[in-house]
């Protein structure tokens, strides 16, 4: 059965980082790791994309073990404005279907 | 704005009743998707769409349920003979392909009464 699994919640002071991973056991060995941020009221939004190994972009770092049964985001100094929801984004596939899987979101709170 | 509209923002409907809902993706993407948000919950993926063709759907989603993309360009979702379990943020998302990022709209909101 896949499933994917977050943190529910975390709390973070400014200017520290902030790990969040996921775990999806038998995801599709084709497809990326995909990290979104969401803010009430709105679609989410795009962070970070992986297939292996680690990944950094301008805004954070997704590091991909080898058996890519997890994934862990990074957000390097937080600040207020990234306390949000982040959800991760993977693909199983199987039997000739392909299903998008989102987590069920970690909400990070950043407090001063 | 990613780039990505819905129409309309939001829905009030009674049980029973039908409803549409439209998105205009990213022109230039080629993949579009449906999504099914519920308060405190991850995104439900409904189906997508690479250019007209509808690929796949999820085993979740009820017969009542269908999505269209005419010409490849937007896309229509509708619900016939609405629940009260309908009730929800419908959410669209487009990509230029298989392995790009996916540009989510700022969703629909459906309450059925």
């Known amino acids: 059965l896949a499933k994917t699994t977050q943190p529910i919640s975390m709390d973070s002071y400014e200017g520290q980082e902030v790990n969040i991973t996921c775990s999806h056991n038998?995801?599709?060995?084709?497809?990326?790791i995909t990290w979104y941020q969401q803010f009430p009221s709105q679609g989410p939004r795009f962070i970070i994309q992986?297939?292996?190994t680690k990944v950094t972009n301008e805004v954070a770092s997704l590091f991909i073990p080898a058996d890519r049964k997890s994934s862990t985001l990074s957000l390097p100094r937080v600040s207020l404005s990234d306390t949000a929801v982040y959800y991760c984004?993977?693909?199983?596939?199987?039997?000739?279907?392909?299903?998008?899987?989102f987590g069920k979101g970690t909400k990070l709170s950043v407090i001063p | 704005d990613t780039g990505v509209s819905q129409n309309p923002r939001h829905k009030i409907t009674k049980r029973g009743q039908n409803v549409t809902f439209r998105c205009d993706p990213i022109?230039?993407?080629?993949?579009l998707y449906w999504y099914r948000q519920t308060l405190g919950q991850g995104p439900e993926f409904l189906t997508y769409?690479?250019?007209?063709?509808?690929?796949?759907k999820s085993r979740l989603l009820s017969d009542r349920f269908s999505a269209e993309r005419p010409k490849g360009s937007f896309s229509t979702l509708e619900i016939q003979r609405t629940e009260q379990g309908d009730s929800a943020m419908y959410l669209c998302?487009?990509?230029?392909?298989?392995?790009?990022?996916?540009?989510f709209g700022p969703g629909t909101r459906l309450t059925v009464t």
């Open positions: 998302a487009s990509s230029l392909d298989r392995e790009d990022e996916q540009y």
């Open positions: 038998n995801i599709a060995t084709n497809d990326y």
């Open positions: 992986g297939y292996k």
């Open positions: 984004l993977v693909v199983y596939s199987g039997a000739g279907s392909y299903q998008l899987t």
């Open positions: 022109s230039e993407h080629n993949r």
């Open positions: 769409f690479q250019n007209e063709a509808q690929l796949e």
